[in-house]
């Protein structure tokens, strides 16, 4: 085995370990007889692609968000408080309290999006703090096990692991590993299970992170919302109103209406258990709005390093420690929410790599009158800018005064030519520790653990050769279409944990004339052929719900697809080339293929 091979293996055993420790801990802090400790449950609501100027709270009268402008009253507003311009990066951050480069984390999809294994997450902490621990929703952080949310801490998962998804009412979801099929629009769907799952944990603290995945596109919402904003004025406009489109506008506001009654849901269930008091809920954005609309002035959206692409809401509330009404003007960020919770909670950090974040307790509890300047960087795409409580750096070295020009209309850099070149020199050193190497990424994606044996291996991280293209330019959600000849193929670059049999399964879709294509799974030199002999054609799903028409680069429309089982073969451990063709292609299309499943089959007693 290749020193490679062997450093990948002492990572799973780290992470196997690390379980085992936490289950330990678990099981000994619920001794019959022994009291708990009054340490607060945890709450955590993370939308998707909502701006800061997405709420009513921060002063967008063309939308209403009682339930969160409630929580921000009845708790404190961090006013500057920032995430990165995209989605994995924000979640990798809050999951580490590091910055994301940190972890491996450098794109949204095929496979960068993904947590390195030797990060240690927030959810580890809890759990091995004796929290029962939960994610509902988006998780973007890495598919195969052991990138799984459910071998990253979290005892139950319930939503999807990629970036985007196609259509949001009833779609597939991953439950625990296992394909499900959702109930209703999926937000609605994400919180009837939080707050099930909160019930069931109510006597014991407990850990709830709920990713939503909207107001991400595709742009679609229940009737209940949408009809309120089909036909309404947009009364307050993006900066640049000529790039606005107004249908988008709408149907994201609707989203967000959407979005509060679902937290509003979530506070009403820790009501009813009376588990308020001693529950700490926290609600953010992962950054800022995914199109142009009023965000209160500031320069830039998603994707962008200015302020209005990292600049987002911030609500915390824990009753009778934080004070109501709080609006606390110091900078902060998503790689302070480990240190901060785990500080409030007594939860130790033992184990974590040195964190970027720092706690905020001080702040929020309103124990100290001073607070040191630091430096927040935004990265994105080898884009970075600089955040200090008074200026930011932009990408191109301007300087603006965001104390008085938020709206960073004036380049100050000429005046403050000592600020240049201190935050000039921190962004350099920044770039230098992070950013070198970053991109070049050969982790495989994973197969064959005995505790997780299912590996989806879906289009999105596989390669299209010849003349196969995904259904999307978008590659979250799409498959593998344009199959035609025997020249053509699909690989995925993986490595195999656990040698043994595995059972091998291509999720397709064929219409009836082009079925009896003869087709060849391999790895390496070990060969499985399977004949699409049944036809399967079903249609395509999303369109029917979109209320604006998707991009060309947009989210790919879904459908249902079929198991063709090609059986079982033996697999050794190791590192390799899995490739699917076709050997034999009688019609005028193999087929479409969503992905590859492979199970690992339980050794014979």
């Known amino acids: ?91 990798a951050e809050f999951l580490t309290g590091r910055y ?30 004796g929290y029962a621990t939960a994610a509902f929703g988006k998780w973007h952080n890495g598919t195969q096990w052991p990138y799984h949310p459910n071998a990253r801490g979290f005892d139950e998962y319930y939503g999807f692991t990629s970036g985007h998804w196609g259509t949001y009412f009833s779609p597939m979801l991953d439950h625990n590993g296992q394909w499900v099929r ?62 606005e489109d107004v249908p988008f506008t709408r149907a994201a506001l609707a989203m967000c209406e959407n979005i509060d009654w679902n937290v509003g849901r979530i506070l009403q269930k820790l009501d009813e258990l009376k588990l308020a008091d001693n529950t700490i809920v926290i609600y953010f954005s992962d950054n800022g709005p995914n199109s142009w609309r009023w965000n209160g002035g500031m320069k830039g959206i998603k994707a962008s390093t200015d302020e209005g692409g990292v600049r987002v809401p911030f609500m915390i509330r824990w009753p009778g420690h934080i004070p109501t009404g709080g609006h606390i003007p110091q900078i902060a960020g998503a790689i302070d929410l480990l240190p901060t919770l785990a500080d409030l909670s007594g939860v130790p950090t033992t184990g974590c790599k040195p964190l970027d974040g720092v706690s905020l307790k001080p ?13 927040i960087f935004s990265h994105w795409a080898k884009k970075v800018s600089v955040r200090t ?56 994606f994973t197969v064959g653990f005995p505790q997780f044996p299912i590996t989806p ?64 799974l391999s790895f390496n030199d070990i060969k499985i052929q399977g004949t699409i002999s049944e036809a399967y054609d079903p249609p395509l799903m999303g369109a029917e719900h979109d209320r604006v028409p998707r991009g060309i680069n947009a989210e790919s429309y879904v459908k249902d697809f079929k198991p063709l089982r090609l059986g079982l073969f033996d697999l050794p451990a190791g590192h390799g080339q899995l490739t699917l063709r076709a050997l034999k292609v009688p019609g005028k299309q193999v087929a479409d293929v969503r992905v590859v499943l492979l199970t690992l089959k339980p050794k014979s007693p």
């Not at 998707?48 to 009268?61: A, K």
């Not at 491996?104 to 927030?122: A, Q, W």
């Not at 603006?400 to 938020?406: R, T």
């Not at 498959?479 to 656990?498: G, L, Q």
Request: glycine share 6%; net charge negative; aromatic share 8%.
């Open 363 to 375: 702040l929020l509890l309103g124990t100290v009158a001073e607070w040191p300047d630091r430096m």
């Open 457 to 520: 291996l879906p289009a999105r991280d596989g390669v299209p050769h010849g003349t196969v293209m995904r259904s999307s330019g978008a590659p979250n959600c799409s498959y593998f279409k344009n199959w035609t000849n025997t020249e053509d193929s699909m690989t995925w670059d993986i490595e195999v944990a656990t040698a043994g049999q595995y059972e091998a399964v291509v999720c397709y879709t064929c219409p009836a004339p082009d079925i009896g294509s003869l087709v060849e």
């Open 182 to 243: 959702g109930n209703g629009f999926i937000i609605d769907d994400l919180t009837d299970h939080a707050t099930a799952w909160i019930e069931q944990h109510k006597d014991h603290p407990f850990f709830c992170y709920v990713p939503f995945n909207t107001p991400h596109s595709p742009m679609q919402v229940p009737d209940r919302y949408w009809d309120k904003f089909a036909n309404a004025e947009i009364k307050l406009r993006a900066t640049l109103p000529e790039k």
């Open 100 to 129: 994301h480069p940190r972890g491996g984390v450098h794109n949204v999809t095929t496979g960068g999006e993904r947590l390195n294994l030797d990060e240690r997450t927030i959810a580890d902490c809890f759990k091995a703090a």
């Open 1 to 91: 085995m290749t020193p490679q091979f062997m450093g990948r293996i002492a990572i799973y055993l780290s992470v196997a370990i690390s379980l085992l420790l936490s289950r330990t801990m678990r099981a000994a802090d619920q001794q019959p007889g022994q009291a708990s400790p009054a340490r607060p449950n945890i709450v955590i609501v993370l939308a998707d692609d909502q701006g800061w100027g997405d709420l009513s709270v921060n002063g967008n009268t063309n939308i209403s968000t009682p339930v969160i402008d409630g929580l921000a009253k009845s708790g404190a507003i961090l006013d500057r408080f920032f995430v990165c311009p995209v989605c994995s990066p924000t979640r």
């Open 389 to 444: 409580q008074r200026y930011r750096l932009d990408k191109d070295s301007h300087l603006y005064d965001m104390q008085s020009d938020p709206e960073q209309t004036r380049d100050v850099a000429a005046e403050n030519k000592t600020v240049v070149e201190a935050l000039s020199t921190a962004v350099a050193k920044w770039k230098k520790e992070l950013l070198t190497g970053l991109e070049d990424d050969h982790r495989p």
